[in-house]
Structure formats: structure tokens, C-alpha cells
């Protein structure tokens, strides 16, 4: 308020702002005397100009208003006694401009009320997430029977923030230890059933999703269908909508689900469902990832990298691993168009970023990308080197599809490198043991057309690329035929 004005002034807008707080629940004097335990004489002193600051604040709370109502009400009547003090101004704005001048600083107000609204809302989401991370830090070092218990069934953990972090921690785990994924989604699920807030049940269905998106990284496709869709028909039922406060990403579900559907090679209805996400997503860069990685499986590189430097703007302030999956994804387009060079930077900072967060999987794949881009430039007895060592960690990990890729690159080296004999023994029994592991009958067809040739000694190094191409778009399209490009 300003200093200079008349105490009388003031005493007058107390009053009246008591008055209109009182109408506006349609409450008598007589009936705010009894709520606060006064003489009926008392109110009326009171809207006649006896109030204080304090007791104001008082009565609002009594009848339900807070501090902001109180504040709003008393600058509406201090812009009144304003109105009656302003002195005649020959050059001032007429009634229409005053209207103009408004309408137009009210836009701008709510304009940057929503911003700052926005940036304390994700502090007090950032804070609230450091506590849940507190708690599960606390509970990490115990045997897993004893966690789940005590979890489950102590209410301190039963809070909407400590279920968002284990959703997180769920994703985390999926890139690093996907076989731990599963407990942590469980759990999350678990403490969203538990929670009391109004919007529990847009909870449980965020829970599921990133429960469907852990068994969807071990290749449980079907549990994860059958999850998801408990998962939307929770966040669209009846009500639902109306209770959300808006704590919960939109577009998240649509985000996971859509990362299923790419790897059924329903490419497609992947890029629908990022669609429908990108608009009501927080995080719109990590969408357009997505969608880079959707475009690349395509065949469509030129459009992926085009999509990851719109993704890098969205993505400026991002977290370590979105700049890891920024620059890894970038390298491997490039890699895509044979522009080795530009790949090589791509790859050596994104395994820096990889080495510094300790994520094995993301380790594994950057220095696959340095692999690539070696063999590119040249370097093949240092590319041979580390494909050796990623055939035997895919195996190791079960990663089939990617260790099909890896063999068939290998395999391209070693017949460039007249290593007949090895390429021999690394591709002997592939066929049977990809089949095993329920790779797509096109892709299998590819593999035995290339183990056949180098059973008979015919096999080239640009019969392994091709092989190796054509099972990288197959990934995405299970109806794609491989047929040998002449040499």
C-alpha cells in the first residue's frame, strides 16, 4: 500500500473489504457476530472503519477466504479512492483509452502471473521430488522383502510425490538395469493405490504406464499392452480429468505407449500417438526424440536429425541423459548418411556423458557409435576391438536385436580384414539361435542369406552391411523384404 496515504483512507478500505468479504458469503452482521463471538455493534464498528490489518486477516479465515482474497478485495476499493482523488489531467486518457490501457496491462499481468506460477510450481515439484528421493535413499541398502513391506505398509510413503519419484526411478533403472525396472514400477503402483489425494486415480494410471514401460524394455509385450490399457481407461474415467491439479505430464502416457507401439514395429501408430502427446507434454524436446528415433527406424535420417535440433532447443537446460540421448542419436543418423567425421564428436561426448552417469546400457551403446564411426573413417582394427567386446555384453545382457546388429558389423570388419575364418565361427548357428529368441521371419531370412555365403566362402563385407541396413529398417517393418543389391 502507499505510505502516503491518509490512515483514513485506509481505515475506510479495511472496512469496506471486511463489508464485501462478508456479502460475499451472503452472511448477515448479526450471523458473522455469532461466528466470531462479538456484539452485533462490533461488526458494524467494524465496517465503518475500526478494522485492522490483523483483524481483518481474521474474519476472512473465519468464513473461509484467504490471505490473496483479502489483498485483491482492498486493492479493488484502494483503486476506487483513487479514482475520487485524481486530479484533472487536460492530456489524460479518455474513458476508452483507460479501457485499452486495462484490458491490455491485465493481459500482460496474467501473462507473467502464469509464468512465475509455473516456475515456483516446478521448484515446489523439485523439492518435493528430493524428499521422496531422501526416502528412497534411506530404504535402498535394505533386503528388497523388507522394503516392499515397508513401503507398502508404512503411510509415510504413501504421498503422490514419492510415487512420481519411483516412476522415475523406474525409467532410470529401464536404461541401466531393466531387470529391475519391473519392482521399482510395482511399487509405484502400489504406492499410488495407497494415496488419499482426490486425483489418486490419475495416479494409479501414471503408475501403470511406467510399470507397462518397464516389462515393455525386457520385451513383455504383452503384459505391457495389457497395462496400458488399465492405464487409460483409469486417467479417462468419469471425473477423472476434473480432479487433477495438474502435478501429472499429459502427455506422458501417450510418450510410453507410443515407445511400445515402436517396438512392435508399429511405426506408425507411434508417430500418431507423439502427435497427440507433443502439444500437452512438459518435456516437448524428449517427445521429439521420440519421434527422431521413430523417423530413423523409417529410413527417414535426414528428417530424424532435422527433428533432434528442434528437440536441442526445447532441450537447452535439459538433464545430463537428455543431451547424452541428443547427441548418441545424432551420431548414429549421421552414421546412417556415411558423414563420419561429423559423427565422430557426436560419439566421444556422449560416451563422456555416459562414463560420468555410470549407465552401462548407455555406455554399451556409445561406444558402439565410436565402433561405427572408426570402421567409417577407416580405423578398423580399433573398431574391431570394441565390437568384439559388445558382442559379448549383448549376449550377455539379452539383447537379441541389438546383438544381431553388432554381429553383422563385426562380421562386415572381419571379411574386410580377410578374417575368414573368425566371421566363420562368430556366424555359425546364428539363424537357429536368433529364431530361439522370436526375431521376425523377414529378418531371419536376411541372417541365413549372409551365414549361407559365408559358409560357401562368398560372403563380402558389403553383403554384411547390407544385411546389417536391412535389419535395422526391419526393426520398424516387419513386412520389409531383403533383396541383395548386385556388386
Known amino acids: ?79 476506487l479512492s483513487e479514482e475520487r482523488r485524481r486530479p484533472f489531467d487536460p492530456i489524460g486518457l479518455t474513458p476508452e483509452q483507460e479501457v485499452e490501457v486495462y484490458e491490455a496491462s491485465r493481459a500482460l499481468g496474467a501473462e507473467l502471473d502464469a509464468m512465475y506460477r509455473d516456475r515456483i510450481r516446478r521448484e515446489n515439484l523439485e523439492r518435493a521430488l528430493e524428499t521422496a528421493a531422501g526416502q528412497w535413499e534411506r530404504l535402498k541398502g535394505q533386503p528388497l522383502p523388507w522394503r516392499r513391506a515397508e513401503i507398502r505398509g508404512n503411510p509415510d510413503f504413501h504421498t503422490w510425490s514419492f510415487c512420481l519419484f519411483l516412476c522415475a526411478e523406474s525409467v532410470r533403472r529401464a536404461t541401466d538395469n531393466p531387470k529391475a525396472a519391473p519392482h521399482v514400477g510395482r511399487l509405484a503402483v502400489a504406492v499410488a493405490r495407497r494415496c488419499s489425494e482426490p486425483w489418486a486415480e490419475r495416479l494409479v494410471a501414471y503408475a501403470l504406464a511406467h510399470l507397462a514401460n518397464a516389462y515393455r524394455v525386457l520385451g513383455k509385450h504383452r503384459e505391457a499392452e495389457l497395462l496400458f490399457g488399465k492405464a487409460g481407461r483409469l486417467w479417462n474415467s468419469p471425473g477423472a480429468a476434473a480432479a487433477d491439479p ?39 524436446g524428449r517427445i521429439l526424440v521420440s519421434r527422431s528415433l521413430v523417423l530413423s527406424l ?5 528428417e530424424a536429425i532435422t527433428t533432434l535440433q528442434r528437440a536441442a532447443e526445447f532441450l537447452l537446460n535439459g538433464e545430463p541423459r537428455d543431451e547424452f540421448v541428443l547427441k548418441l542419436n545424432m551420431g548414429v543418423n549421421l552414421c546412417h548418411l556415411l558423414r563420419f567425421d561429423a559423427a565422430a564428436e557426436l560419439a566421444d561426448a556422449a560416451f563422456k556423458i555416459a562414463v560420468d552417469s555410470k549407465n552401462q546400457i548407455d555406455i554399451l551403446r556409445s561406444r558402439w557409435l565410436r565402433a561405427r564411426v572408426l570402421a567409417g573413417q577407416g580405423d578398423r582394427s580399433a573398431a574391431l576391438s570394441i565390437y568384439r567386446n559388445l558382442v559379448n555384453k549383448f549376449v550377455k545382457l539379452g539383447m537379441t536385436y ?14 574386410a580384414l580377410g578374417q575368414i575364418s573368425e566371421c566363420r565361427s562368430l556366424t555359425v548357428g546364428l539363424p537357429a539361435y536368433f529364431e530361439a ?6 529378418a531371419l531370412a536376411a541372417l541365413k542369406v549372409f551365414t549361407d555365403s559365408v559358409h560357401l566362402e562368398a560372403a563380402t563385407e558389403e553383403l554384411a552391411r547390407q544385411v546389417a541396413a536391412f535389419l535395422y529398417l526391419a526393426r520398424g517393418n516387419p513386412g520389409l523384404r531383403f533383396v541383395p543389391t548386385p556388386l
Do not use: C, N, W
Not at 24 to 50: T, W
Not at 298 to 302: D, I, K, L, P, R
Not at 437 to 442: A, Q, R
Open 1 to 79: 500500500m502507499d505510505d502516503h496515504r491518509d490512515p483514513r483512507d485506509e481505515k475506510e478500505t479495511l472496512g469496506q473489504t471486511a463489508k464485501a468479504l462478508r456479502q460475499s458469503k451472503a452472511l448477515s452482521q448479526d450471523e458473522l457476530a455469532k461466528e466470531l463471538g462479538v456484539r452485533r455493534a462490533r461488526i458494524s464498528e467494524i465496517e465503518g472503519g475500526a478494522a485492522t490489518g490483523e483483524l481483518l486477516q481474521e474474519i476472512a479465515e473465519r468464513i473461509g477466504y484467504r490471505t490473496l482474497h483479502v489483498i485483491k478485495t482492498m486493492h479493488l476499493f484502494e483503486f
Open 246 to 284: 495438474g502435478v501429472l505430464d499429459p502427455g506422458r502416457i501417450f510418450d510410453l505407449k507410443a515407445s511400445l507401439r515402436k517396438d512392435q514395429r508399429k511405426l506408425p501408430e507411434a508417430l500418431a500417438l507423439l502427435d497427440r502427446a507433443f502439444p500437452i507434454s512438459r518435456v516437448p
Open 298 to 302: 523409417m529410413g527417414f535420417y535426414e
Open 402 to 415: 541389438d546383438l544381431a546388429l553388432v554381429t553383422l558389423e563385426l562380421a562386415a570388419l572381419l571379411l
Open 437 to 442: 529368441k522370436g526375431i521376425h521371419k523377414e
